[in-house]
């Protein structure tokens, strides 16, 4: 009976040992393929590295995904994505614009894209201060013409010639040279004759000769003019019906808001530069001259004077056109 007892505790002894030495065995296994999970680090933008494998993680368990530890201390970038991918469940990832060779833009490119233009739409205090003058020549061309055309290019500037129709023929190199210059030529009616345009009290007669020499000018510089000057101007003579009429036929009609009174102070151009120093006040001002004799010696210290008070030059063009009549009629 004592041997028996004793041959049982032996054998529960290597059961023992045994039992042991299986469970020392698996405890100190290397395989990550039985039972637990490996956690992978996502590669980060810029990384070469394999991904880390941290073990002792069962699949399905909610555990935070940290990056290797080699890469701590640094601002880790956005993980690359599929094109398919959507980074968060709020906005689809940005469409980034490819250049011609397929490439997204460099970093010199964006930059420049980032730069944000000026306003066009606020207005400078230079703008708000400018002040312009439009110099308006009546009454040829002459031989006088060349002469105030050479005195605007001396100056860098040019003006708005109003030409007489029955003197275009054997001066048409005068009127071309004007315009090639960059000088408007305009409209002042064919004969200048204030019976022949205005007795009848209609416009039929006004009408005409403007057309014949809208003709006559578009032959000699190549363009249509539109853009009229009264001959003695708008008032009294043009009344509405007559407005209404010159408005149908298209044209654009300017008298002025300075005269000079060139035409009046023959051999005395001091007069006339004192007469446009003593009206000269407005912010834009079209200035009546004539193409005269006292004003060719008149108009290089008139231009000197209204350059030291701030005044541009400017030019009539058909598409910044605005109204400069007696009647304030916005048509014309």
Known sequence: MKSMVIAALVLSS??????????????????????????VTPKYAGSAESPTI????????????????????????????????????KEPPATIEKNDQGL????????????????????????????????????????YTNQIVDILNQNGIHGTFFMIGKQLDGNEKAVKNAAENGNYVGLHSMTHDKKKLYQSGNSAKFIKEFKQEQALVKKITGTTPWLIRAPYGSMPEIGEKFRDDIAAAKFKMWDWTIDSKDWSYTGKPDRIIKEVKRQVHRDTEVILMHEKSQTVQALPEIISYLQKKGYSFAVYKPDQHFSVNFAKDQRL
Do not use: C, H, R, W
Not at 72 to 89: F, K, L, R, T, Y
């Open 54 to 89: 941290k073990e002792g993680q069962v699949s399905g368990d909610a555990v935070d995904i940290v990056p290797d530890p080699a890469s701590e201390g640094e601002s880790p970038s956005v993980p690359e994505a599929s094109e398919n991918s959507i980074p968060n469940d």
């Open 104 to 143: 997204p833009p460099s970093k010199t490119t964006e930059s420049k894209g980032e730069e944000k233009p000026d306003n066009p739409a606020v207005k400078t205090d230079k703008a708000k201060s400018q002040k312009v003058i439009y110099l308006t020549f009546d009454d040829g061309p002459s031989k």
């Open 14 to 39: 290597a059961s023992l040992v045994l039992s042991a030495f299986a469970a020392t065995t698996v405890i100190q296994g290397k395989s990550a393929g039985y039972g637990s999970a490996a956690v």
